[in-house]
């Protein structure tokens, strides 16, 4: 095999169709191996951007509750974009929401991610503990168990 190799190359012969084949099939091997996790990848990433405009609305949520005697009533995505402009995109394209719940004294924050996951943030009104929730469990940047803990 090494002989006719080396009597090929001194022809200055291209290669044979089986050779090329060979090379075509090893490429399409290596892009169905990497096309898929490329695609989660760009997944997560969709779904960390999201995680952080939900931390990024719960601060624009806070300081409008300081703004308004401690209170979230009236508070929606309009008011947090407001206080926070980076926040404008998410607003502009519906995947935010904010609304007041226990008259005022609590809030729910729902980010919806361009990869298909909903990540939530929750003030419990009474008892003041915040809660971090998602769908998609267990895939892209949604941990098992649905509680992402607030981290990006």
Known sequence: MLQKLRER????EGFTLVELLVVMLILGL?????????FN???KARDADAKADARTAQTAVETYAT????????VDAGDLDNIESSLSDAVADNELTAAPTDGGAGYTLTMNSDAGSTFTIARDGTTGQVSFSCTTQGEKGCPTGGNWGGQD
């Open 9 to 12: 190359m001194g022809r200055e």
């Open 30 to 38: 290596l892009a169905a191996i990497a096309i898929p996790s490329f």
């Open 41 to 43: 990848q760009r997944d």
């Open 67 to 74: 703004d308004n005697n401690g209170t979230y009533t009236g």
